[in-house]
T-cell receptor, first 116, second 112 residues
Framework: GQQVMQIPQYQHVQEGEDFTTYCNSS?????IQWYKQRPGGHPVFLIQ?????EVKKQKRLTFQFGEAKKNSSLHITATQTTDVGTYFC????????????????FGRGTQLTVWP | KAGVTQTPRYLIKTRGQQVTLSCSPI?????VSWYQQTPGQGLQFLFE???????NKGNFPGRFSGRQFSNSRSEMNVSTLELGDSALYLC???????????FGSGTRLTVV
């Protein structure tokens, strides 16, 4: 079945260092979504990328969608303690694999720890 | 505007019991999805409703069911609870299923 894989599973960085998490789908995606979940919290929608090769920035966060629309990355520049949490990528089901409407396939997430 | 509201926040049940969880989506959002989150399995899709119709169901046993009302509010029910059903149950809503989802704070279910 459709799978979304994410690496690394864990990342420990010192405050000020950069951080990158990578997401790969077994199928071509119509869009890729990124979510952040703080410890003890719930996933919060960060962004959606739709176009092949798209790059979007939110302050220190840079999101990329691959040319083949099968991979994506999230890069955080100069991490801060407020960046702590688990970052998930998620892609919708593809229409040619039966009814997958409304279903998001989530990666296992990258848990980011930032040391002050 | 109000976010996605899930009730109750915490629940402790014993094996064999049943439980009903409630979700009120953001006003105007017609797509409501449910996910189970556990440390071992991550976020697993349960089902999605759109305009009162279940459009998709994940790989969960028939003990897990849900429904959506005309006001878009949704409930999920788990019957004959098992220890392995202990998890954070998350509801998420979206304008349609093509946009990012807003998650509720979840219901943490503990089965003892």
């Amino acid at each position: 079945g459709q799978q979304v894989m994410q690496i690394p599973q864990y990342q420990h960085v010192q405050e000020g260092e950069d951080f990158t998490t990578y997401c790969n789908s077994s199928t071509t995606l119509s869009n890729i979504q990124w979510y952040k979940q703080r410890p003890g919290g719930h996933p919060v929608f960060l962004i959606q990328l739709v176009k092949s090769g798209e790059v979007k920035k939110q302050k220190r966060l840079t999101f990329q969608f691959g040319e083949a629309k099968k991979n994506s990355s999230l890069h955080i520049t100069a991490t801060q303690t407020t960046d702590v949490g688990t970052y998930f990528c998620a892609g919708p089901g593809t229409a040619d694999r039966g009814s997958t409407l409304g279903r998001l396939y989530f990666g296992r997430g990258t848990q980011l720890t930032v040391w002050p | 505007k109000a976010g996605v509201t899930q009730t109750p926040r915490y629940l402790i049940k014993t094996r064999g019991q049943q439980v009903t969880l409630s979700c009120s989506p953001i006003s105007g959002h017609r797509s409501v999805s449910w996910y189970q989150q556990t440390p071992g399995q991550g976020l697993q899709f349960l089902f999605e409703y759109f305009s009162e119709t279940q459009r998709n169901k994940g790989n969960f046993p028939g003990r897990f069911s849900g429904r959506q009302f005309s006001n878009s509010r949704s409930e999920m029910n788990v019957s004959t609870l098992e220890l392995g059903d202990s998890a954070l149950y998350l509801c998420a809503s979206s304008l349609t299923s093509s946009y990012g989802y807003t998650f509720g704070s979840g219901t943490r279910l503990t089965v003892v």
